[in-house]
């Protein structure tokens, strides 16, 4: 912090009362920077328990040099929303929160990454942050024959924007609804009037976005009396679940993980063909550290034959560290250096394990891309393109 930092308590008021009240609990241990994978990075200090008590001083983001408010937005940005410091923090606090809260001023003074703009732009007036046409979001499903949701479907299943348009994502939403109709559960889908559920509109600050994604999607549940989702991005589940019941409660959410590990517990699925590869299970943080789900998604793995699962040593379950996507991290161009992906790519290749398995399109996304650029040959699926290959 530099000695032109002034002090701004209207700011720090609306920050606070804006979701950032929790910094009134820190006591300035540092524990939250000793978790947050971005200080596992070489020649990076992400000084992440300095927030707590610059917001208090409303000495955040309020300098007259430029310099200065360009570092100060980098590292207001920088947070992918993994929890990794709420999960270590002797006092509960959640920096990506409080960071949100100051996050939403930037953006309503139109002060945040250009790359971040543009997604949000595309969100708000495609309803996806890749700025596809609404009219192609049910196209994944083409020659699936998967029924349109009606009343009488007990799930909706809500695919979520990358596998509902991205050529390896959609991959996910058509083994996942394979094995959903091979199991007979009741569901359909909706296709073109689903909004993205703006996650990651929220976490990047840009509320207004994320208010319309919420009317949009809880209108359409109303109407079409949805009661039960089925998601496969944890980053959906956890919205739905944690973030949309302050507007509307009327429906459930479930991970497809946690389907089908009830669909093999009952027997109603079996996987009977084997599949002779050691794999390593990388808990995505939305999964993991913010739903608590590590049992379903190992439950399913360990079910199948001649599968043999293995851990990335230490830093697994709520000590898994985040892909780098979260918080629109999937659409940042970080330098070489800064790529939390090849961090967690390389703890990865280290196990020696044949495949890695995901259980979120942004984790996908992430380690595909970035398997390539190491030029590695560790093969990354989801868990339902391994689930289905395992059934007969
Ligand atoms: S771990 Fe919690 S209490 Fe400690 S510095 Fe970080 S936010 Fe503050
Ligand atoms: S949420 Fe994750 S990235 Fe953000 S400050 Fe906490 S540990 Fe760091």
Redesign the pocket.
Known sequence: MGGSIKINLEVRDAIIESDAGDVV?????????A?CPWNLLDGLDYT??R??QRIRLGAIIDSEEKEEIAADTIDVFRCVGCDS?KV??????G?SDILRAVRRILVDYDSYPGELKSVVTRVFSSGNPLGESTEKRGDWSAGLNIPQYTEDCEYLYFPCCLPAYDTRAKKVAQATARILKRANVSFGIIGKEEFCCGEAVRRVGAEKVFQAAVKQNTELFKKAKVHKVIATSPHCLVTFTKEYPEYYDGFETLHAVQVFDRLIKDKTIVPKRPFEKTVVYHDPCTLGKQMDIYDEPRAVLKSIPGLKLIEVPIFNRDFSICCGGGAMGLWRDWPQDERLADLRAEQILETGADILCVACPYCLQMFEETIKSLNASIEVMDISEILELSLE
């Open positions: 609990k820190c006591y300035q241990c540092g524990r939250c920077m978790a992440t328990y927030f707590c410091c270590e923090c002797p006092r509960g606090v920096l």
